[in-house]
């Protein structure tokens, strides 16, 4: 099953990108990524897939569901509309359901905060094949867990993702969620099995804590020998660790805590209102989303604009004053400001009247805050 030593080092080469180091690699035969992909090389897919996620968030666009449930803001958000729970009918060819995903290197995780840890698993998929970012949607509901708001909101996710292409040889992830509830009983074996037949990818990235299967039965070793079985590529990489190295933001007794950059790490740092630390796990500054909500709108007094916190789409850093801070409406357009939030609401502070008149009276429905760490 392990491949000779010369190819060893050529995978520990091939995929050693920014430093990125490896748990260990199982390989099988290359050819095969290639023999699977339906367009006639992976860079013409690459392409083709770039051009169709690349796009930016419309900020007057109506409202539409996957950015948020009326009435709650924190909500768990409706599926992607090319995820397998709104697609997979046994009555449709095979073809037809999975064409969005079929062929591609596949990197696993939850996927919460987007931070740089994931960002390596997509870096990985796209040195071997079209990357996706295959996640599960549902796990609160089905598991109990109590409502809470997203680290990024559902509707800035694109953005992000688009952000990663330089790092990605210029192609945009691209995200696909399965429904939790239709797999949670699966076995490890039943789930790298639906990967391989029913999603036909044609391998795995995943890090070196991942597990999967009922109960997480399944760890990366197993990940990989079952890959090698169902003739798939599986590539394992070592997680990327937090330097700050912040004990505080996870208990100790976690089995899973080690050190590394995690979604826990960045709601931790956002309670703390530390915001160069937020930007150090995420690589990028943290975006703050607000949307009009029915009857409510967003207010000004003087050079002053407030919303209340029911307008937010995602999860805000803790009470107080932030500095140097951007407000971004329309594409990218940006405007320095203050930010001031309490309990109830959120205020931004901009240096001139003109501006928050431009802003309001332009009617956007969606505003986003950038905190500069």
Partial sequence: ???????????????????????????????????????????????????????????????????IKPNSPFAQTPILSHSLSEQEDDSEPPSERLSEVEGGMVALGKFEALHVGHRELAIQAAKVGVPFLLSFVGMAEVLGWEPRAPIVAKCDRKRILSSWAPYCGDVTPTEFELDFSKVRSLTPRQFVEKLSKKLGVCGVVAGKNYRFGYRASG???????????YGMEAYIINSVMDKKQDSRAISLDNPKEQGQVSSTRVRHALDMGDMKYVSELLGRKHRLMLMWNAGEKFTRENNRISASKSCLLNLPPKEGLYENCSVVIGDENSVPCRVNIDTTHIYLELDDIETCIHILSQGFRFLGIDFVG
């Fill in 1 to 67: 099953m392990l491949s000779g030593p010369s190819r060893m080092t050529h995978h520990l080469q091939h995929c050693n990108h920014f430093g990125l180091g490896f748990g260990f690699i199982y390989t099988t035969n290359t050819n095969k990524l290639h023999l699977k992909l339906p367009f006639s090389s992976i860079s013409e897919k690459k392409k083709k897939l770039n051009e169709f996620s690349s796009s930016n968030l419309d900020s007057k666009a109506p409202l539409v569901a996957d950015c």
């Fill in 219 to 229: 760890d990366a070793s197993d990940l990989v020998k079952l890959c090698e079985e």
